[in-house]
């Protein structure tokens, strides 16, 4: 058996106890922001802040949604996750903190898509309260996917 000893002044004790909370708090607000939602994501923790939202967005949708479903990700991006997080990354979402964990998944129908009055809908994926995605969604001849963002 082997007994180290070590003469330390009481300001390097408490240097060093300083740097050992701050690695500590450090730790643990990295594994508080590896949750998914974050503070600067909107709101949507009811369908009034949804639609509030998406409104925002310039966007008219039904008061109620078409559907609502809960959805697990998977612990990997594989596609074709990965094709549509790049989606969600050119709008300034990424589905990455949320992997691996359960999302809601609200549809509502789109009342007001440029040249297309029937076919588009709107999906918003939550997480805790914050939206983490979403998509436009437009079926039938030349149907498409496409970003929050409302058309020009």
């Given at each position: 058996?082997?007994?180290?000893?070590?003469?330390?002044?009481?300001l390097?004790?408490?240097?060093?106890?300083?740097?050992?909370?701050?690695?500590?708090?450090?730790?643990?607000?990295?594994?508080?922001?590896?949750?998914?939602?974050?503070?600067?994501?909107?709101?949507?923790a009811?369908?009034?802040?949804r639609v509030?939202?998406?409104?925002?967005?310039?966007?008219?949708v039904?008061?109620?949604?078409?559907?609502?479903?809960?959805?697990?990700?998977?612990?990997?991006?594989?596609?074709?996750?990965?094709s549509?997080?790049?989606?969600?990354?050119?709008q300034?979402?990424?589905?990455t903190?949320?992997?691996?964990?359960?999302?809601?998944?609200?549809?509502?129908?789109?009342?007001?898509?440029?040249?297309?009055?029937?076919g588009?809908?709107?999906?918003?994926?939550?997480?805790?309260?914050?939206?983490?995605?979403?998509?436009?969604i437009?079926t039938?001849?030349?149907?498409?996917?496409?970003?929050?963002?409302f058309p020009k």
């Open positions: 058996m082997f007994i180290v000893t070590a003469k330390a002044s009481a390097r004790r408490a240097l060093l106890l300083l740097l050992l909370m701050l690695a500590a708090c450090a730790a643990i607000l990295a594994l508080y922001r590896r949750g998914g939602a974050d503070d600067t994501q909107p709101r949507a009811t369908n009034d802040e509030a939202y998406l409104a925002s967005l310039g966007w008219e039904d008061a109620e949604p078409l559907e609502a479903l809960r959805l697990t990700l998977p612990e990997t991006l594989e596609e074709p996750y990965r549509y997080n790049e989606l969600q990354r050119a300034g979402f990424d589905l903190p949320c992997l691996g964990k359960t999302l809601e998944r609200y549809a509502y129908r789109v009342r007001n898509y440029p040249d297309r009055p029937d588009c809908q709107l999906d918003l994926y939550v997480h805790d309260g914050r939206v983490v995605a979403g998509d436009v437009c039938g001849a030349n149907g498409f996917i496409d970003t929050l963002a």
